[in-house]
């Protein structure tokens, strides 16, 4: 069956980078998605990538996957205060018109 | 465009009573999904509609129903309440047959 998984926390200063973790176990995935969640709100979808991709650029924001590996990261450069929250990797096409999220990681930005 | 509506965003019932939460899609958008979140559980798919047929269903008991309306606005219904339903429902829209699932506000269930 299809799993997602993240790491749970990340804590990063102010300036640096982020980068955010996900491994999937469905190959037959069609897309990957990072939705982001403040707290007592809805998920905002970030950013997505389709699975015959390696690399998608938006912004500030880098998402990178391996195929080969079931793994998928997101970066953000120039993290901002305003970037904390918990941000969820989601894959969607494995089991039907569904998404199945990972755990989420809490990113914490000290000032 | 309005993005994806949902009401009431926050709700307390007690055990044993039944509950109806409203999502109302992006314009244009057929689709509608429904997940929980718990602090327990994560994010689970509840079920998806499309044009008034529900086309996919997640690991939920019988308590927990949907619908939608010819103007794909849809709804869940949770019968008999218990205390493990207390959540953050969410409610998403994507368009015909496209992947990228847009969220609304959530509403948040407390169960008493």
């Known amino acids: 069956g299809e799993d997602v998984e993240q790491s749970l926390f990340l804590s990063v200063r102010e300036g640096d980078s982020s980068v955010i973790n996900c491994t999937y176990t469905d190959s037959s995935s069609t897309y990957l998605y990072w939705y982001k969640q403040e707290p007592g709100a809805g998920l905002q979808l970030l950013t997505y990538?389709?699975?015959?991709?390696d690399m998608k650029q938006d912004q500030r924001l880098t998402v990178l996957l391996n195929k080969k590996d079931k793994h998928l990261s997101l970066r953000i450069a120039d993290t901002q205060t305003g970037d904390s929250a918990i941000y969820f990797c989601a894959e969607f096409g494995a089991a039907g018109n569904k998404l199945t999220f990972g755990g989420g990681t809490r990113v914490l930005v000290k000032p | 465009k309005a993005g994806v509506t949902q009401t009431p965003r926050y709700l307390i019932k007690t055990r044993g009573q039944q509950v109806t939460l409203s999502c109302s899609p992006i314009?244009?958008?057929?689709?509608v999904s429904w997940y929980q979140q718990t602090p327990g559980q994560g994010l689970q798919f509840l079920f998806e509609y499309f044009s008034e047929t529900q086309r996919n269903k997640g690991n939920f008991p019988g308590r927990f129903s949907g619908r939608q309306f010819s103007n794909s606005r849809s709804e869940m219904n949770v019968s008999t309440l218990e205390l493990g339903d207390s959540a953050l429902y969410h409610c998403?829209?994507?368009?015909?047959?496209?992947?990228?699932?847009?969220f609304g506000p959530g509403t948040r269930l407390l169960v008493l």
């Open positions: 998403a829209s994507s368009q015909d047959n496209q992947e990228t699932q847009y």
């Open positions: 314009s244009g958008h057929r689709s």
């Open positions: 990538i389709f699975s015959n991709m």
